[in-house]
């Protein structure tokens, strides 16, 4: 499944395979577009940028784009490994315990993909905001409603590993998502 058909997904209210996690990733992916066009459009004078430098900015943006897009597949994965733990049988007390691995397992899946996922929006958020008052003036809305899309993907990751964390047991890992979750949120 690759992101047009998560797009779908996410379209159709009728489907719960994917959700906020998915849409997030998505959201960071359509600022990518927003702001490397910003950057490709402030190439032709010097806005307090060089043309060279809008350039890498562009490229590194379309190279996270394309690192999003795949994270919103991934996303989508991500909860079908926790919809098949919860699938598991639980007649025995093995299967019970199995079952139980299963999910805190699928947990640590289920919140590390939107961490990457938010770890990715943030950089966009910040190529964003090192922009602001340095491209063409006549992109200012793009370049806004991008980083206001990166913001989106950011927080709306942070929330999606919030969700999954309850399922996660590993005290260690239950630190990390934390302070990863401080770290990258954006106020």
Known sequence: MDYKDVLE??????DV???????SALSGALACGLIGMVCKLSTKKDFGIEAEKQLEYAK???ELRDKLL?????????YGVIRDAYKLPKETEDEKEARKQAIANAGIIG????MENAKLCRKVYNIGMELQGKTNPNCISDLVIGCEFAKIGTNGCLLNIEANLPLVKDKTKIDEFNKAMEELKID
């Open 17 to 23: 395979t994917v959700g906020g996690g998915s849409a």
């Open 60 to 62: 590194e943006l379309e």
């Open 70 to 78: 795949m994270g919103v597949s991934d996303d989508a994965k991500a």
């Open 111 to 114: 919140a590390s993909t939107p």
């Open 9 to 14: 997904l996410i379209l159709d209210t009728d």
